[in-house]
């Protein structure tokens, strides 16, 4: 079981450990050559983060903790600024680009609560992947058999891995299909996607302006409430599970089981059951807006315009350079027009506005995070078509809350020594703290921490 953000500061303020000392093993498991670190990390911050662990120690014993993330080794997905350096995005089409000003927000926010920054973590590149392979730096694989080394999940791929493998205590994603869910999913991980205006987005690198967001990937339900707080610049007051006879969830009998493989169906279904022997209220609905996305984004919807919106001169200039499976789907948004944007506009919020109306009696949405086990990373390197058949299957169901400009957690559900599953625990906008609190009565349900 991973340790969690309170539990490493117990250490920290008892004299157990030290920040040094975090962040040194951090280091190691990252350069240990037998381990993932080369796949998961795009860049590593070995003397920077030793000397802000080394900061944190020496504020510590003055009395001084600045956060409950104070000294704690952190991994940041490499499309986040920082300051001094060019920010990749798992590409290579930038590696010319401007190094950048000054740091993102989020990384601000993190340095500022003392957070020791380990290094930036591989990911899709450019974010446009639910799958985590990338052609130029290499794929991690995800904890679960290795032996067979099957996909971590993207595009927040390294951001998985790296907190799987204790190469950082927690990492920052980003989720604007799942990216943050996903890797969660496969990698045995809690993950947060926030209702995406409570985290602002400036200094990273955008795939979709009206999809992103930006949440962590950690240990517990807790360890995510703590991130988000820190992100989103709020004070931080821990979450409380409700008394789970009082909680009522829906179930959509509406695509999300659709082409789900045999595990993660009985991972679910029996997570439902013991769920509903606890006293959970637990009813199966139909959402007929679910089956109606797919023709709502028929030219490409928003993440396809607005990617070839940014991307339109890179593409040109240098379509090459990119991974042929990201530009061919970022040329779909070149074919679009303005009317097909437009009412991508106009039909959201009235999508929105139904799936809310069924929503509103219960407490959140339940399904699987991804319907299947994580595939084999040479299968779909090997693939085209096993490849996007598999990009659209995991990314379906988190999608449906990013175009809802909703908020989710996945927790994982699954026995022990088995294939890792996410439960999805997902609501409408600005839900999280409501989202965070069922989640921790979830989780101390199925006895995940």
């Not at 020791?116 to 990911?123: D, L, P, S």
């Not at 969660?184 to 990273?204: E, I, W």
Request: proline share 6%; aromatic share 6%; charged share 15%.
């Amino acid at each position: 079981m991973l340790p969690t953000l309170l539990a490493l500061q117990n250490k920290l303020a008892q004299g157990d450990t030290t920040s040094v000392e975090l962040t040194q093993a951090a280091l190691a498991r990252i350069a240990a050559p037998e381990g993932e670190g080369s796949l998961a990390f795009t860049k590593v911050y070995h003397a920077q983060a030793l000397a802000a662990a080394q900061a944190s120690d020496t504020l510590r014993a003055a009395g001084l903790a600045r956060s409950p993330i104070d000294g704690l080794p952190i991994s940041i997905k490499d499309l986040f600024n920082v300051a001094g350096e060019t920010t990749l995005a798992g590409s290579v089409v930038l590696k010319d680009a401007a190094p950048a000003t000054s740091n993102a927000v989020i990384v601000q926010r993190l340095i500022d609560a003392g957070a020791v920054i380990v290094g930036r973590t591989n990911m899709t590149e450019f974010a446009f992947s639910g799958l985590g392979l990338n052609p130029h730096y290499g794929t991690p694989s995800s904890p679960w058999d290795r032996e067979t080394r099957r996909i971590p999940g993207g595009s927040s791929s390294g951001a998985g891995v790296s907190v799987a493998d204790q190469m950082s205590v927690a990492a920052i994603g980003t989720d604007t299909g799942g990216s943050v869910r996903i890797p969660s999913a496969f990698c045995g991980l809690t993950g947060f996607k926030p209702t995406a205006h409570r985290v602002p987005a400036q200094g990273s690198l955008p795939l979709s302006t009206s999809l992103d967001s930006i949440g962590p990937l950690a240990a517990s339900v807790e360890c995510c409430a703590i991130l988000d707080a820190i992100l989103s610049g709020q004070p931080y007051t821990a979450p409380v599970a409700p008394a789970l006879k009082h909680l009522r969830f829906a179930v959509p009998a509406t695509l999300v089981m659709d082409d789900a493989d045999e595990h993660v169906t009985a991972v679910f279904n029996q997570t439902l059951t013991t769920l509903k022997r606890l006293g959970v209220q637990i009813e199966e609905i139909a959402v007929p807006e679910f089956e109606q996305l797919a023709y709502i984004n028929r030219s490409g919807g928003f993440t396809c315009s607005e990617a070839w919106a940014l991307h339109q001169q890179w593409l040109t200039d240098n379509i090459e350079a990119y991974d042929p499976r990201v530009s061919s789907r970022m040329m779909r948004g070149k074919s679009m027009t303005a009317a097909d944007y437009i009412e991508l506009l106009q039909t959201r919020p009235e999508w929105i506005a139904a799936v809310e109306q069924r929503l509103e009696p219960f407490d959140a949405l339940l399904m699987p995070t991804v319907p299947v086990i994580a595939p084999v990373i040479s299968e779909l390197e090997a693939s085209d078509e096993a490849y996007f058949a598999a990009n659209g299957l995991i990314l379906r169901n988190p999608t449906l809350i990013n175009f809802l400009d909703g908020c989710a957690l996945s927790i994982p559900c699954h026995p022990a020594g088995t294939a890792p599953v996410g439960l999805m625990i997902a609501g409408t906008a600005d839900q999280d703290k409501h989202i965070l609190n069922v989640g921790l009565a979830l989780e101390q349900a199925l006895g995940n921490n």
